[in-house]
């Protein structure tokens, strides 16, 4: 049987993952975070302490897979639940760094593939429309200002002791996205068949209403 697949990529901080989460929800699709999977090899190269040359050959024993436990994603490294430690700002830097890697990329193509083949999901990403999922039935570009996304983040964190300053969030917003959109391998870039959706101005429930809206006029 054919599986509905719905590709949403855009810049980190543009709200990709709650309102995929929150669409897939009202959809009864599966949500796939594919950054938590480039994470994870991070965190693994980072504790193994990997050099990039041996990068392709440890890979072989990383063994990073997504489960669903009540249709949310957790990301395992071997039996060992990695979901949480791979949200620190130091992860998000060295995930940007290795994700630019060629068998970083190649390594995690075909796990992605392989659950879109599977289940009807809502991927979201960096590359899914133009590289991961080039046939899917519907793509998304999700995107939001630097500084709106920066002054989401900075509230997000505000109530933590140890909260950086917003200036230094969207230094590192801007840093990332740099990264992300100037790598040679799978830059982020809206795929020419994208419907761009631009979450500057709305919440959330109203960019979760804009993408359904796309999704409905596509396959509804
Ligand atoms: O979406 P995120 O912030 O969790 O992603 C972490 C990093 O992984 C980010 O720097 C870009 C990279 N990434 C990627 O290259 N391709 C994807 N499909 C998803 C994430």
Known sequence: ?????IAIDGPAGAGKSTIAKMVSAKLGYIYVDTG???????LYITENNIADEDIEKALAGADVSLR??????RVFLGDRDVSDLIRTPAISMAASRTSA???VRAYLFETQQKIARENNILMDGRDIGTVVLPNADVKIFLTASAEERANRR???????PDCPPYEEILQDI??????????????LK????????????LNLEESAEAIIKVINSKIG
């Open 36 to 42: 938590a999977l480039y994470r994870a090899v991070a």
């Open 1 to 5: 049987m054919k599986t509905i697949n």
């Open 154 to 160: 900075y509230k997000e964190l505000a109530e933590k």
């Open 101 to 103: 890697i060629p068998a």
């Open 68 to 73: 669903f436990v009540d249709g949310a994603q």
């Open 190 to 201: 809206q795929a020419e068949d994208a419907v761009l959706v631009d979450t500057t101005t």
């Open 174 to 187: 801007i840093k990332r996205d740099y990264a992300d959109m100037h790598r040679e391998i799978s830059p």
